[in-house]
């Protein structure tokens, strides 16, 4: 796994775990080109430790599943844990015969990923079936699953929770001047997105119909944080379109609360979602935010007081949203604070791992 999503989850979960309770061990994927490295050092930033299982394209399970079979043994592993496809079906190959308790995590369900997806979706819902307990990252995702095969019933409501950071120690004359490095003055109103390049993310259609907006609010540049396989596509597209230096790409943002201090308003345009830690981001930074309603995004925005929701395919409602909000200062802070509020409050990190204790608890009989 690279970093970022699903595994910044993973590892905000298990640093706070109380380890008291709970002795956490990290078994990943190695990849042949080292894919997995950051999120192997980010887990070691917070102490986690971490084992490897040999992957590649070939998908070697029998030999990865033999690996995890013996790191089970050396443990003495109660419950195991798999957060994707490939990592459900060598955790069931390796448990098989033992008495290691099986739990998985869905995170969103969808039919328009492509056909590798699509199978690989497919093969998910088989394979919990034989697992002893599933979880789910937001109740839609749960809802969502029951077309796919998992009853509904049978899942529990795992939230991501969100750890506030500290916030941004930029004075006013640091923040002015990252923006001027950037071609933005102090008129200047900066839209953020910020997710990974890929194609349920729904940037491709955020630059067809940014000019829209700067037609409408002429000071407005869009920042686009992220990285992934649509790098060189949508750079592509940004230069067919012309969209000059109105729009930046800037990559992975190694501290997001210093850039976020630096924008007035998020949008994100995503086709399917579970709860986009980017999103809980740019609340905890203040920001108000325009989104479509897609997977759990309702379940920590409220339409009207913390940002905006628009339906899936309603880019013209998302565009006179973001609008209204670089056209009304005074609305900005407001539903920026409420959102803000929401995160610290209502979307703890502690409660979401104190779910996932009971959980582990639970399938051992504690």
């Not at 919990?128 to 937001?138: G, V």
Request: glycine residues 8%; aromatic residues 8%.
């Amino acid at each position: 796994m690279a970093y970022g999503g699903i595994e910044t989850v993973i590892i905000n979960w298990l640093k706070a775990m109380p380890r008291s309770e709970v002795d956490v061990q990290l078994i990943v994927f190695k990849m042949p080109d080292d894919s997995e490295r950051p999120f192997v050092v980010e887990a070691a930033k917070e102490g986690l430790r971490v084992e490897y299982i040999h992957w590649s394209r070939w998908k070697p399970v029998g030999r990865a599943a033999k690996e995890l079979r013996e790191l089970l043994r050396s443990h003495g592993t109660e419950v195991l844990h798999a957060h994707n496809t490939y990592a459900e079906l060598v955790a069931w190959w390796a448990a098989r015969g033992t008495p290691v308790k099986l739990m998985s995590t869905f995170y969103v369900w969808d039919r328009g990923f492509g056909f590798k997806r699509l199978i690989l979706q497919k093969l998910s819902a088989a394979l919990t079936a034989k697992y002893d307990k599933l979880s789910a990252q937001c109740k839609k995702t749960a809802e969502d699953g029951v077309e796919w095969g998992v009853p509904f019933e049978s899942v529990e409501i795992l939230p991501s929770g969100f750890e506030v950071p500290p916030p941004s120690l930029l004075d006013l004359d640091s923040r002015r001047r990252l923006r001027a490095e950037r071609g933005a003055g102090d008129s200047t109103l900066v839209v953020c997105n910020i997710a990974r390049l890929y194609p349920e993310k729904g940037h491709a259609r955020l630059l067809e119909h940014w000019p829209d907006i700067v037609r409408k609010v002429p000071s407005a540049v869009l920042w686009i944080y992220g990285v992934g396989p649509l790098q060189k596509e949508l750079e592509a597209l940004h230069e067919e379109l012309g969209l000059g230096e109105s729009v930046r790409f800037l990559g992975f943002a190694s501290n997001l609360m210093d850039e976020l201090s630096l924008c007035d308003v998020q949008i994100h345009p995503s086709f399917n979602e579970g709860v986009p830690l980017a999103i809980c981001s740019g609340m905890a930074a203040g920001l108000p935010i325009v989104s479509t309603a897609v997977g759990g995004i309702p379940e920590v925005i409220e339409n009207g007081k913390s940002g905006y929701l628009v339906d899936v395919d309603d880019m013209e409602s998302l565009k006179d949203r973001a609008v209204s909000l670089l056209q009304d200062c005074s609305l900005r802070k407001r539903m920026g604070s409420e959102a803000k509020r929401f995160i610290a409050e209502e979307y703890s990190l502690e409660a979401a791992v104190a779910i996932l204790a009971q959980s582990y608890r639970s399938l051992v009989g504690r």
